[in-house]
């Protein structure tokens, strides 16, 4: 049996000069026990710096970054794939037909962008085996991350695409690994300013020239601001969206008719939704005293509908489906198939809509309101000009969320960026016109 050492067991000449033997085990197990002591401090020196040191390359992207980690991610993706760890967080990959392991899409959907922005995310892995995939919410892929430089002992991938190339600002992150678990420390989301962007954003003034606009018809260049169109129905749009949202938009425009044809000029905008749905008549009520009607009963073999009230109505207008009473479904973008005929008043104060299509889509107790007509822009200004007339067309528009029809005073709720629209349709819907634009500007 070995006797534990202590000074206690030495003999009395021994407490001055102790063995050499027993001097060596003294310092060896001294020794072993300061190193012990300095590797664990090490260890957790190395840990504090390398975390210490993301942080601060994290910092260097910026104010305006978006970054999940440990703390926050099952917030955001809720799948039994995403697991959080202490120090990182874990995503399982399934086995693919591309022979690598792949996450399911993982969605993320941003808020306070815009479009016109560009999105780097960056991955920031414990897995050097990683890479990713962004796609938007119809699978289709808009970019594939590449390697990067690592940042100490971990992996680096990243990958830049546009907004405007999501949808609604989503997108969906796929992951793949020849490995069946992926260990990441952080997500980083960082923007920048996409220059070829389609999309324009406030404050800016657009001059408008023949290579920055669009038209079917026969256009020339006279001078830098001034050139020529003509047709019959002459359309003039342009490829660049303007997001509405805390802007005011003032244009202004001279059209001449330099042709020997009276014209109808229409100066306005195409307004559209953040889906790109063209927003017009249809998604509006026909009247701003337009009431939800209830469905009491349906004639579907001769296309009549008969509702609770006797409401304003014109031919051509649409109905639309799921009314609120509140009107929280403006701008509403369901329908019935087909358009009014005709309403008829009933004795008991019902009503009697007869559309031009069979019934489909309703039912009886389904809440519904006459919608105005399709087809038209958001014209700010209307005017026939005669032969060697010049007019010059001013505006200025705002958004408005409180604005429940269209047109408005403004752009009404649910329009998210406009389109600058000049028509030029000829009187006589069977000869050509000829007009002369200039100095065609919009401020935003």
């Known amino acids: 049996m070995n006797t534990p050492i202590s000074c206690t067991n030495f003999q009395k000449p021994c407490k001055a000069n102790l063995t050499i033997a027993s001097l060596l ?50 917030q955001f993706w809720i799948d039994n794939s995403v697991i959080s760890r202490k120090d990182s967080f874990e995503i399982l990959l399934e086995q693919a037909k591309s022979g690598l392991h792949e996450s399911v899409p993982l969605k993320i959907q941003l808020a306070n962008v815009n479009e016109r922005l560009d999105c780097k995310v960056e ?18 892929v808009l970019s594939s991350s590449k390697k990067e430089d690592n940042f100490l002992k971990y992996s680096i991938v990243s990958s830049v695409f546009h907004l405007e ?13 020849k490995k069946e678990v992926v260990s990441i420390k952080q997500i980083i989301l960082s923007f920048s300013d996409n220059k070829e962007s389609s999309y324009l954003v406030s404050p800016g003034t657009i001059h408008y020239t023949p290579q920055t606009l669009e038209t079917t ?3 020339t260049d006279d001078k830098a601001d001034t050139f020529t169109v003509s047709g019959k129905r002459t359309k003039i ?24 044809n009276a014209t109808t ?4 905008y195409g307004a559209y939704s953040q889906n790109n749905v063209w927003l017009n008549g249809k998604h509006y009520p026909y009247k701003p005293t337009s009431e939800t009607l209830n469905v009491v009963s349906i004639v579907e073999e001769s296309y009549k509908i008969i509702v609770d009230s006797y409401p304003e109505w014109d031919k051509g207008c649409f109905l639309a489906l799921n009314a609120k009473d509140d009107m929280s479904d403006i701008p509403n973008n369901s329908f019935l198939d087909g358009t009014i005929t005709e309403v008829k008043k009933i004795d008991n104060g019902q009503a009697e809509i007869t559309v031009n299509k069979p019934l489909k889509k309703i039912e009886k ?64 819907s069977s000869k050509e016109n000829t007009i002369l634009i200039s100095n065609f500007t919009v401020s935003y």
């Open 25 to 74: 085990l003294f310092l060896l197990l001294t020794s072993f026990y300061v190193f012990a002591q300095n590797s664990r401090n090490d260890s957790a020196d190395g840990v504090n710096t390398n975390e210490a040191l993301l942080n601060q390359y994290v910092k260097s992207k910026g104010n305006a970054v978006i970054v999940f980690d440990e703390t926050n991610i099952k």
């Open 237 to 260: 749009t342009s490829p660049k969206k303007i997001i509405t949202a805390d802007n005011t938009l003032t244009s202004s425009v001279t059209v001449k008719n330099i042709g020997e």
């Open 217 to 219: 018809s026969t256009i």
């Open 165 to 177: 190339e999501s949808n609604m600002l989503s997108f969906v992150l796929k992951f793949n690994s």
């Open 265 to 268: 000029i229409y100066i306005g």
């Open 365 to 428: 107790g389904m809440r519904i309101r006459i919608h105005g007509k399709s087809g038209a822009y958001r014209y700010t200004e209307v005017k026939v000009l005669q032969p060697g007339e010049e007019h010059t067309f001013t505006s200025s528009l705002r958004k408005d969320d409180s604005y429940l029809e269209y047109p408005s005073k403004g752009f009404p709720r649910g329009v998210y960026y406009v389109v600058p629209v000049i028509l030029s349709y000829s009187v006589d």
């Open 123 to 140: 991955i920031i892995s414990e897995t050097e085996d990683i890479g990713f995939s962004v796609l938007n919410n119809k699978s289709k």
